[in-house]
C-alpha cells in the first residue's frame, strides 16, 4: 500500500525523470511540494529567521532556498534535499541556541553595533567601517528622527540588522508666553 502510494507520488511530480522530460504540471507540483515543505521546516526551525534577520539569518535564508530550489528543478533527489534543509535549519537553531548562552558566539555570528555618532561628532572610524557616508548617514537622521544635524545627535549607531539606531539629546524644555485679552493674566507654559 504505503509503496504504491510512493509510486503515484513519484510518479505525478515526475520524480527520477530527466529534467528535460519533466513537464509544466510536474514542476508545479514539485515547487507546492517543495513551497509546504520550506513553511513547515521554517516554522519548526526558527521564528527568528524572518522576522528580524541578521547576517547569520539571511545566509541560512539564502542556503536554503538554493538547496530546495534544487528539488524543484531536479538536480537533486526531493527527500534527500528536504532533509539536507532539515539539517541546515537544525543547525541554525543550535548555533542560535549557544549564541544566546555564550557570551563570545553571539557578536562572532551576528556581529556588533558600530559607533556612527557619538556626543553630536561623526566617528569616521566607524564610517569607514560600515561603509557610510556622511549623506547616507545624514538620510538616516532624517528618515529616524527627522533631523539632520548630527550636532544634535547623542549616540547612533549600525546595529547587527543593518539599521541604524539614534539616539537624541534630550530636548531642553523651553517656555512659552501666552497672552489672554479681556482682563485675563499672561500664562506661561513651560514644554
Given at each position: 500500500?504505503?509503496?504504491?502510494?510512493?509510486?503515484?507520488?513519484?510518479?505525478l511530480?515526475?520524480?527520477?525523470?530527466?529534467?528535460?522530460?519533466?513537464?509544466?504540471?510536474?514542476?508545479?507540483l514539485?515547487?507546492?511540494?517543495i513551497?509546504?515543505?520550506?513553511v513547515?521546516?521554517v516554522?519548526?526551525?526558527s521564528?527568528?529567521?524572518?522576522?528580524?534577520?541578521?547576517?547569520?539569518?539571511?545566509?541560512?535564508?539564502?542556503?536554503?532556498?538554493?538547496?530546495?530550489s534544487?528539488?524543484?528543478?531536479?538536480?537533486?533527489?526531493?527527500?534527500?534535499?528536504?532533509?539536507?534543509?532539515?539539517?541546515?535549519?537544525?543547525?541554525?537553531?543550535?548555533?542560535?541556541?549557544?549564541?544566546?548562552?555564550?557570551?563570545?558566539?553571539?557578536?562572532?555570528?551576528?556581529?556588533?553595533?558600530?559607533?556612527?555618532?557619538?556626543?553630536?561628532?561623526?566617528?569616521?572610524?566607524?564610517?569607514?567601517?560600515?561603509?557610510?557616508?556622511?549623506e547616507d548617514?545624514?538620510?538616516?537622521?532624517?528618515?529616524?528622527?527627522?533631523?539632520?544635524?548630527?550636532?544634535?545627535?547623542?549616540?547612533?549607531?549600525?546595529?547587527?540588522?543593518g539599521?541604524?539606531?539614534v539616539?537624541?539629546?534630550?530636548?531642553?524644555?523651553?517656555?512659552?508666553?501666552?497672552?489672554?485679552?479681556?482682563?485675563?493674566?499672561?500664562?506661561?507654559?513651560?514644554?
Amino acid at each position: 500500500m504505503l509503496e504504491s502510494w510512493w509510486q503515484s507520488f513519484q510518479t505525478l511530480l515526475g520524480l527520477g525523470e530527466d529534467i528535460a522530460d519533466v513537464g509544466v504540471e510536474e514542476m508545479v507540483l514539485r515547487t507546492i511540494v517543495i513551497y509546504v515543505a520550506a513553511v513547515m521546516l521554517v516554522r519548526l526551525a526558527s521564528r527568528r529567521l524572518l522576522a528580524k534577520p541578521s547576517a547569520f539569518d539571511l545566509i541560512v535564508a539564502i542556503m536554503l532556498g538554493s538547496v530546495l530550489s534544487r528539488a524543484i528543478n531536479s538536480s537533486a533527489a526531493l527527500l534527500p534535499t528536504l532533509a539536507a534543509s532539515g539539517v541546515l535549519l537544525a543547525m541554525h537553531w543550535l548555533l542560535a541556541f549557544v549564541a544566546v548562552r555564550t557570551h563570545w558566539l553571539g557578536p562572532t555570528l551576528k556581529g556588533k553595533p558600530v559607533l556612527l555618532i557619538k556626543d553630536g561628532q561623526l566617528c569616521e572610524k566607524g564610517l569607514r567601517q560600515v561603509g557610510l557616508t556622511h549623506e547616507d548617514l545624514i538620510e538616516a537622521l532624517r528618515l529616524g528622527i527627522r533631523q539632520d544635524d548630527p550636532a544634535k545627535v547623542r549616540r547612533a549607531y549600525m546595529e547587527r540588522n543593518g539599521k541604524i539606531s539614534v539616539i537624541a539629546f534630550p530636548s531642553e524644555p523651553r517656555a512659552v508666553t501666552v497672552k489672554v485679552e479681556q482682563g485675563v493674566q499672561t500664562i506661561r507654559i513651560e514644554e
